[in-house]
């Protein structure tokens, strides 16, 4: 703040000394003026306007020291008073950008929280005619018509869900429920809702579930489930996924090992970044790039640690690490 503080003054500190300077010189040149007195004068002078520096340093950089040190946010509590013009100035500016930033933050957030509303209305109205186009296929006679039907029935269903769900995520905490939950029953079901695509794929399921309760909320973990086994399945062809349980130090530790196309080793550390595809199949256009950045966000609510394992052309293997019992106080007290 010195340096600056010279800086802004350089023009006012160079124009005085250069003032004496002058004085010195017209002394020099003109006999009728003592030299001596001069120099004692410009000395003294000098000395006085130090220490009236060092004052004002004090005095006119505490406003912009506290300006400097303020933390970046739209409250303005924490101005400091001004106490020259030029500070009122500045501190009227502060005051007015901030209350349009407020206004246009305050119209941005409506405006977002209507469209979502929107969008969650549409969702909801678009699961009724989705539903009687199910109940029309489950009635079709030709079997391979129905297959592919209901694979891309399925398709949407997914994706309808997976957007209801992108909306809820930044409200996932007000939406939180934690319970016993049984890991067969949410397994099982989504396996269930996903069993046409399996059969036109050829997966089956190897479920072994030595734990089958945890402390979780059961519809965020039904989803997490659901975006696992639809990777799974998505990159998988006529092999079994394995699905297995266990305990490991006082935590539940659940397995979804596929035998699909695996995921290149460079790839493994952005898979959960928001809209990263693929570098290996990066012309893949089915692919959104949300699922597992969704399955993360929701996760990480539920404390609920994600580990991945892959080998390219081998398969994948995603370890979720459930919490222990005591660290849901932390949850339970949102």
Same mark, same amino acid.
């Given at each position: 703040?010195?340096?600056k503080?010279f800086l802004e003054?350089f023009?006012?500190?160079?124009?005085?000394?250069? *003032? +004496?300077?002058?004085f $010195?010189?017209?002394?020099f040149? %003109?006999?009728? &003026?003592?030299?001596?007195?001069?120099?004692? #004068?410009v000395?003294?002078?000098?000395?006085?306007?130090?220490?009236?520096l060092i004052?004002r340093?004090?005095k006119e950089?505490?406003?912009?020291?506290?300006?400097?040190?303020?933390?970046d946010s739209?409250d303005?509590?924490?101005i400091p008073e001004?106490?020259s013009p030029?500070e009122?100035i500045i501190e009227?500016?502060?005051?007015?950008?901030t209350e349009?930033l407020?206004?246009?933050?305050?119209?941005?957030q409506m405006?977002l929280e209507?469209?979502?509303d929107e969008?969650l209305?549409w969702?909801?109205e678009?699961?009724?005619?989705l539903?009687?186009?199910?109940?029309?296929i489950d009635?079709l006679?030709d079997e391979l018509?129905?297959?592919h039907l209901t694979y891309e029935?399925?398709?949407?269903?997914l994706?309808?869900?997976q957007? *209801? +769900?992108q909306?809820r $995520?930044?409200f996932?905490e007000? %939406?939180?429920? &934690?319970?016993?939950t049984?890991l067969?029953t #949410?397994?099982?079901?989504?396996?269930?809702t996903l069993?046409s695509?399996?059969?036109?794929?050829?997966i089956?399921f190897?479920?072994?579930l030595?734990?089958t309760?945890?402390?979780?909320?059961a519809k965020?973990?039904?989803?997490?489930?659901?975006?696992?086994?639809t990777?799974?399945?998505?990159?998988?062809?006529?092999s079994?996924i394995?699905?297995?349980?266990h305990?490991q130090?006082?935590q539940?530790i659940?397995?979804v090992?596929?035998?699909?196309?695996?995921i290149d080793?460079?790839?493994?550390?952005?898979i959960?970044?928001?809209?990263?595809?693929?570098?290996?199949?990066?012309r893949?256009h089915?692919?959104?790039?949300?699922?597992?950045?969704?399955t993360k966000?929701?996760?990480?609510s539920?404390?609920i640690?994600?580990a991945?394992?892959?080998?390219l052309g081998?398969?994948?293997?995603i370890?979720?690490?459930?919490?222990k019992r005591?660290?849901?106080?932390?949850i339970?007290?949102m």
């Amino acid at each position: 703040m010195i340096r600056k503080y010279f800086l802004e003054r350089f023009s006012w500190i160079t124009f005085y000394i250069l *003032l +004496h300077l002058f004085f $010195i010189f017209v002394a020099f040149l %003109d006999s009728a &003026i003592p030299l001596k007195p001069i120099l004692y #004068i410009v000395f003294l002078s000098l000395i006085m306007f130090s220490i009236f520096l060092i004052f004002r340093y004090k005095k006119e950089t505490y406003f912009y020291k506290s300006l400097e040190a303020r933390e970046d946010s739209l409250d303005i509590t924490n101005i400091p008073e001004p106490e020259s013009p030029f500070e009122k100035i500045i501190e009227n500016s502060i005051i007015n950008q901030t209350e349009i930033l407020k206004q246009s933050a305050a119209i941005g957030q409506m405006t977002l929280e209507q469209e979502k509303d929107e969008l969650l209305s549409w969702i909801h109205e678009v699961k009724t005619p989705l539903t009687a186009m199910h109940l029309m296929i489950d009635r079709l006679d030709d079997e391979l018509l129905k297959s592919h039907l209901t694979y891309e029935w399925l398709r949407i269903h997914l994706l309808l869900d997976q957007q *209801l +769900h992108q909306r809820r $995520i930044p409200f996932i905490e007000n %939406d939180l429920y &934690i319970e016993n939950t049984d890991l067969e029953t #949410i397994i099982f079901d989504e396996i269930k809702t996903l069993q046409s695509w399996c059969i036109q794929k050829g997966i089956g399921f190897d479920i072994q579930l030595d734990v089958t309760e945890v402390l979780s909320d059961a519809k965020w973990l039904a989803f997490i489930m659901r975006q696992l086994l639809t990777n799974s399945i998505k990159y998988s062809e006529n092999s079994d996924i394995t699905i297995f349980s266990h305990e490991q130090a006082e935590q539940t530790i659940l397995e979804v090992k596929d035998s699909g196309r695996g995921i290149d080793p460079k790839d493994i550390p952005r898979i959960f970044d928001k809209g990263f595809t693929s570098t290996t199949n990066h012309r893949d256009h089915a692919a959104t790039g949300m699922g597992l950045y969704l399955t993360k966000k929701a996760a990480e609510s539920l404390f609920i640690s994600i580990a991945v394992k892959s080998k390219l052309g081998t398969g994948t293997t995603i370890t979720l690490s459930f919490p222990k019992r005591n660290d849901f106080v932390n949850i339970t007290s949102m």
